[in-house]
């Protein structure tokens, strides 16, 4: 089995930063990638960044793009997601997924395992 576990969230000001990490422990797979995804009170979960396992192709929703970077440490198993030039609408529970490939995707269905989430509070 494989654990999922996020850090980092918490309250910050609109244009404020947060960095979230994402470790991946237990029966790791030998290539996978990995990817962020988050939800809203009241919608649906949303796809936010995905990375490949080799980090050269990486994904970002057109919400974040220009602000949010997605990286990744593989002698560490983990993921990070870097956000900047926050806004209250990125307030949302941040979830950390693994996908059993190299190849990362932006399909919600397509991820295997999920953190147990990080709750991210921009105030205006």
């Known amino acids: 089995q494989v654990q999922l576990v996020e850090s980092g969230g918490g309250l910050v000001q609109a244009g404020g930063s947060l960095r979230l990490s994402c470790a991946a422990s237990g029966r790791t797979f030998s290539n996978y990638a990995m990817g962020w995804f988050r939800q809203a009170p009241g919608k649906e979960r949303e796809f936010v960044a995905a990375i490949s396992w080799s980090g050269d192709n990486t994904y970002y929703a057109n919400s974040v793009k220009g602000r949010f970077t997605i990286s990744r440490n593989n002698a560490k198993d983990t993921v990070y997601l870097q956000m900047n030039s926050l806004k209250p ?12 490939s190299a190849r990362a995707t932006t399909t919600r269905y397509d991820h295997d395992y999920w953190g147990q989430g990080t709750q991210v509070t921009v105030s205006s």
């Open 89 to 100: 609408e990125d307030t949302a529970v941040y979830y950390c997924s693994l996908r059993r």
